[in-house]
């Protein structure tokens, strides 16, 4: 199933101008791609037209949210009166940025595909990867250690 617009809301807590996750697409418990245009009027957009390199791991750390969000939620819960799909989404907290490497910022009218996958988990702490790509061209990866409320 593909998450986008107002389900996106359901599953970070982010909201404009800070959101920075288009589309997810769940694979399983563990991974998932998620997207986002890069657009000239995005917060982290420089003034010649390339995204920085915290938004890329802005956008990274956004997508291990969405996942952290989607695998938590009970596929039974009634959306509630305020739409957000049975309650507010997680909030996590970014404990460390590993090996973070930025090959180049992607340009405005580029759309990000980065694929995340969760690996160890103990306690509210999730050891993650993130792999980011335009088209076949590799742009950044990191490993984060997630915190999650």
Same mark, same amino acid.
């Given at each position: 199933?593909?998450?986008?617009?107002?389900?996106? %809301?359901?599953? @970070?807590?982010?909201?404009? +101008?800070?959101?920075?996750?288009?589309?997810? &697409?769940?694979?399983?418990? %563990?991974?998932?791609?998620?997207?986002?245009?890069?657009?000239?009027?995005?917060?982290?957009?420089?003034?010649?037209?390339?995204?920085?390199? *915290? $938004?890329?791991?802005? /956008?990274?750390?956004?997508?291990?949210?969405?996942?952290?969000?989607?695998?938590?939620?009970? +596929?039974?819960?009634? +959306?509630?009166? #305020? =739409?957000?799909? $049975? $309650?507010?989404?997680? !909030? =996590?907290? !970014?404990?460390?940025?590993? /090996?973070? *490497?930025?090959?180049?910022?992607?340009?405005? =009218?580029?759309?990000?595909?980065? *694929? @995340?996958?969760? =690996?160890?988990?103990?306690?509210?702490? *999730?050891?993650? #990867?993130?792999?980011?790509?335009? $088209?076949?061209?590799? !742009?950044? &990866?990191?490993?984060? %250690? @997630?915190? @999650?409320?």
């Amino acid at each position: 199933m593909t998450y986008c617009g107002d389900d996106i %809301k359901r599953l @970070i807590p982010q909201r404009y +101008p800070f959101m920075m996750v288009d589309t997810l &697409e769940q694979r399983d418990a %563990k991974t998932a791609v998620t997207t986002l245009a890069v657009r000239l009027d995005n917060y982290f957009a420089l003034p010649d037209g390339t995204l920085a390199e *915290t $938004g890329l791991l802005e /956008h990274m750390a956004q997508s291990c949210a969405a996942l952290s969000s989607l695998a938590n939620q009970s +596929p039974t819960a009634a +959306p509630s009166e #305020t =739409g957000d799909g $049975g $309650g507010a989404p997680a !909030i =996590g907290l !970014i404990g460390e940025v590993k /090996h973070f *490497t930025c090959h180049r910022r992607p340009r405005a =009218g580029e759309r990000l595909t980065t *694929t @995340i996958n969760f =690996g160890m988990s103990f306690g509210s702490v *999730t050891l993650a #990867t993130g792999q980011t790509v335009v $088209g076949d061209e590799p !742009i950044a &990866e990191v490993n984060l %250690k @997630i915190f @999650i409320q």
